[in-house]
């Protein structure tokens, strides 16, 4: 069997639009499915259509195209669509891995159990989002500052981190983005500083996915089989 798969991460509140690499259904029924098993749209040989009624006020299909869009998606929409053409047997047209997930909260970054001398100065930096929180403790000098026991294993979603002079905590994920930072040297021997900036699609941590600049990211998978790696380019599976 030859079929699409297509990776799609969009934020909640957004409309998922689906569409089928090859529309070109001339008899038979069609379908697309939620999760294997719950029907969204049916279209039947006639062309009259039937809408799943979880979906009817949320659901648009085009019948020319046979493209879905599924209107301010949330949470419990995450899952598998497939596009399947039904004549003497069913066959899968298209399957899209769907994630939804909410904007990140916003993040406070302190610096606490500070000491310091005229060329020494010791803190521990905190991060706290409304789910999860991280610490960590730097030692400096006027020209440096390093983590005396550098931590291995951090937060997917919260990183703390020392960015030049600059203590950063990011909360991110596949669609948006928050930060707040300290200047450590103005934090140690001066006044604090402090910034915060949000922004809604940055360029995330994850470096085999490059996340478009846009609410709805669909990238074309290159998994085979086994293989992790995900491509740009357009590709199929195999089976």
Not at 25 to 54: C, H, L, V
């Amino acid at each position: 069997v030859d079929f699409s798969l297509i990776i799609v991460i969009l934020m909640t509140g957004h409309n998922l639009e689906l569409h089928v690499s090859n529309s070109q259904i001339q008899t038979g029924a069609f379908f697309w499915k939620f999760n294997g098993s719950r029907s969204i749209i049916t279209m039947y040989p006639d062309k009259s259509k039937y809408t799943g009624s979880e979906y009817k006020d949320r659901v648009e299909f085009l019948t020319q195209n046979l493209s879905l869009i599924l209107k301010n998606v949330q949470l419990n929409d995450t899952g598998t669509y497939t596009a399947v053409a039904s004549k003497d047997k069913d066959t899968i047209l298209d399957t899209f891995f769907v994630t939804v997930e909410a904007p990140v909260s916003a993040v406070s970054l302190s610096l606490d159990s500070v000491s310091f001398s005229s060329d020494s100065c010791n803190f521990t930096a905190s991060c706290a989002a409304e789910l999860y929180n991280v610490s960590r403790s730097f030692t400096c000098d006027t020209r440096r500052c390093e983590e005396p026991r550098p931590q291995t294993h951090g937060h997917a979603f919260l990183d703390l981190k020392l960015s030049g002079d600059w203590v950063v905590c990011n909360h991110s994920n596949h669609v948006s983005w928050t930060n707040d930072t300290r200047d450590y040297r103005q934090m140690c021997w001066s006044q604090t500083g402090r910034t915060q900036r949000q922004s809604p699609n940055p360029a995330l941590r994850p470096i085999s996915v490059k996340y478009l600049n846009a609410p709805l990211a669909v990238l074309q998978s290159g998994l085979r089989c086994g293989c992790s790696t995900v491509f740009l380019n357009s590709t199929h599976l195999h089976f």
